[in-house]
């Protein structure tokens, strides 16, 4: 049975320069590159009757042994899944546009860049680098594609998927100047032209259109995710929104996907513009709140999910110790996730906890030896610990799978390059 590829793409209209492009890169790039080594490339567009059958792309994103992920344009559902399939721990391929400037939070994971690739010289160069980083992948393990499940919910996958499939024609994340295309419908329904605002990048229109539609739909699912892509873009009167039907009228929203999609908008605002101390005293109650819900208690995984949330918080704002706590109750609703391992570990380390940091990191050692942000922070524990013997093997395996972060770790204080480098 062929290998899966699952492409993460801006997409577009039928017709549109993004969709033209992304076709392309397709097309002529990544199917050429991946069929010949046994991979079957899927993109969501292409999948008879994606619209109805939500898990199974939400199954696509999390299982497949590889994923494409095309970071051109910034298209903020990209980004979105992007994290989700980060967190599985299991092999991906960033690609990006020659010019456009990589996020500073992906910039240290290796990148294949591309240009002109119309042009078959530049297209055939692309594919080989492609080909070449899945031999990497595949030569570093006698079982690069096995499952290494994280315990991430497929409930919380779903608030992107259904946002892909009713937005496959947003392709950046909206500007904040006004558009030069006139919406005269001002009788028409509000959440139709908010969509209309969206797929044109008209933020101020977006903005404007928030109080009408909680004019004509209340405390509603369309108000809410609505408000949800207005604080995502940065504006915090969609936090507020958020916030005020969260909090005043939480019961009003029963799809959980709804509710993680609104507290994720409102908590990576807040990290964005450093006001974590602010956030606090509102979000934490919230989440309490959240947390009583039948629909939340229902799962162990998406309860985690809400800690960590707040737990982010408490880091940002520098109280390691409280973010302990909160990661430790995420422990054990979860005591498997890599990614929550990883989390603590770094909270213990940055508490001072150095001997709690290398319990966490023996732990995932022993789950996850696959994905190198979690080796990096192996590496820089046991460094910290003294113990070269654990620190070399955490770094051989990064220097395997990942050699431009082997390189960066040497980088990281003279303890590092005295017990790596020799």
């Keep these: 049975m062929a290998k899966k590829c699952f492409v993460i793409s ?95 939070d992906v910039a240290p994971i290796r990148t294949i860049m591309y240009d002109d690739i119309s042009q078959a010289r530049v297209a055939h160069a692309v594919q080989k680098e492609i080909v070449s980083f899945v031999r990497e992948i595949e030569e570093s393990s006698d079982a690069p594609y ?29 500007s904040i100047a006004g558009t030069d295309q006139p919406d005269d419908d001002l009788l028409g329904n509000p959440y139709e032209r908010f969509q209309r605002a969206l797929d044109r990048g008209d933020l101020r229109a977006m903005v404007a259109l928030l109080p009408r539609l909680e004019m004509v739909f209340g405390p509603s699912p369309k108000l809410l995710s609505s408000a949800a892509v207005v604080a ?64 939340i208690k229902a799962s162990a995984e998406v309860q ?13 704002n520098g109280n390691f110790a409280a973010a302990i706590q909160i990661g430790e109750r995420v422990l054990k609703l979860v005591p498997d996730d890599p990614s929550y391992i990883v989390n603590l570990s770094i909270d213990y380390e940055m508490d001072g906890r150095i001997a709690d940091a290398i319990d966490m990191v023996d732990k995932l050692m022993q789950t996850d030896t696959q994905n190198p942000a979690h080796l990096n922070q192996a590496v820089d524990v046991y460094v ?19 050699p431009d972060r082997a390189k960066r770790a040497l980088q990281y204080g003279d303890n590092a390059k005295v017990l790596l480098a020799q």
């Design 384 to 402: 910290k610990a003294g113990r070269r013997d654990e620190a070399r093997k955490a770094y051989d395996r990064l220097r395997q799978i990942d």
């Design 146 to 174: 096995g499952r290494r499940g994280t315990g991430v919910s497929l409930a919380t996958l779903a608030a992107a998927i259904d946002r892909i499939e009713r937005k496959l024609s947003q392709v950046a994340t909206p």
């Design 304 to 316: 985690a999910w809400f800690l960590n949330q707040l737990a982010k918080l408490y880091f940002g």
């Design 10 to 104: 801006p997409i577009g209209d039928e017709g549109s320069p993004i969709r033209e492009e992304a076709d392309t890169l397709l097309d002529l790039v990544i199917t050429p590159a991946l069929e010949p080594v046994g991979f079957e490339v899927i993109r969501v567009d292409r999948l008879k009757g994606a619209k109805a059958i939500t898990t199974e792309i939400i199954q696509l994103i999390q299982d497949s042994e590889l994923c494409i992920i095309v970071l051109t344009g910034h298209n903020p559902n990209v980004y979105y899944e992007m994290g989700r399939r980060h967190e599985t721990g299991k092999p991906y391929i960033h690609l990006i546009r020659k010019g456009d400037p990589i996020p500073f």
């Design 232 to 295: 995502q873009a940065g504006v915090e009167v969609g936090v507020d929104v958020v916030y005020r039907l969260l909090n005043d009228n939480l019961t009003a929203f029963n799809d959980v996907e709804d509710i993680i999609f609104a507290t994720a908008s409102m908590v990576d605002y807040y990290g964005m513009v450093d006001r974590e101390e602010e956030a606090i005293p509102k979000i934490e109650p919230l989440i309490s709140k959240i947390l009583e819900l039948d629909q």
